[in-house]
């Protein structure tokens, strides 16, 4: 149960209250009824110190477990391989459909925009790892969510972008819709924060419906079109607001 400051001093207010009417009381009462009187309200003044010092302590343990959540976050995100990993995913720069990635028996590589690198299958599903990592340290309180999207809104805004239909296959293959939560929690918010990166191709149509996203939603004003597998149709190609 959380305790609000107010309710703790509301605690503390009703205890002198009681307190005060037992010695207002004094003249018309016994002196066993102002001892109990007394007793009871020192009780409840007693019951609220201890409230007190447990929501302090609660604070203390929180701030402790945010700044471990802070530390947890930035070595992973400064280790070497899984900092590669997530810097060609991002150069993709634009959404990849999960047949593209192969599969478990037969993995397949996705050439970067520039097309001077590929990534591979695995290195896209370490990825996946890595941010559902830092996400998960937010969800579970480790680490404020504000703070997670403020530190590391970009990456999880173009990370989620590449990755979204692989993580849904995967969830699928496995049969654990919540597989990667923490990454798709954040991944959803950075989007629809953020919207879509600048200098990104405008997706077609099909493939924002397969994304489960709308254009009005998640895009910019606009933005040059792509092409997906399943559907060949181009999109109207406009110019992103500078």
Not at 40 to 58: H, R
Not at 103 to 123: A, I, S
């Amino acid at each position: 149960m959380v305790i609000s400051h107010t309710q703790v001093w509301r605690g503390v207010g009703t205890a002198l209250d009681r307190i005060a009417e037992g010695v207002e009381g004094c003249a018309a009462t016994s002196g066993w009824e102002i001892f109990v009187a007394i007793f009871q309200a020192l009780a409840v003044l007693i019951m609220m110190a201890t409230a007190v010092f447990i929501y302090s302590q609660v604070r203390v343990a929180r701030k402790a477990m945010q700044g471990a959540g802070w530390l947890d976050a930035h070595r992973l995100f400064n280790q070497p391989d899984p900092l590669g990993f997530r810097g060609k995913v991002m150069a993709i720069e634009r959404p990849v459909e999960a047949d593209e990635w192969g599969n478990r028996e037969n993995p397949d590589k996705v050439t970067t925009k520039d097309g001077k690198r590929t990534v591979e299958r695995d290195e896209a599903l370490n990825t996946c790892r890595l941010m559902d990592h830092i996400g998960a340290l937010g969800v579970e309180g480790a680490l404020p969510k504000k703070v997670v999207l403020r530190e590391w809104g970009d990456p999880f805004r173009k990370t989620w972008i590449v990755l979204k239909l692989l993580v849904n296959k995967e969830r699928s293959s496995v049969d654990w819709d919540r597989k990667w939560r923490g990454f798709e929690y954040f991944g959803e918010k950075a989007v629809k924060e953020m919207r879509w990166p600048k200098h990104w191709d405008r997706p077609s149509d099909c493939l924002l419906e397969k994304l489960g996203w709308k254009w009005k939603k998640v895009g910019c004003k606009g933005g040059k079109p792509t092409k997906s597998k399943a559907d060949e149709r181009p999109t109207q190609t406009v110019e992103c607001d500078k």
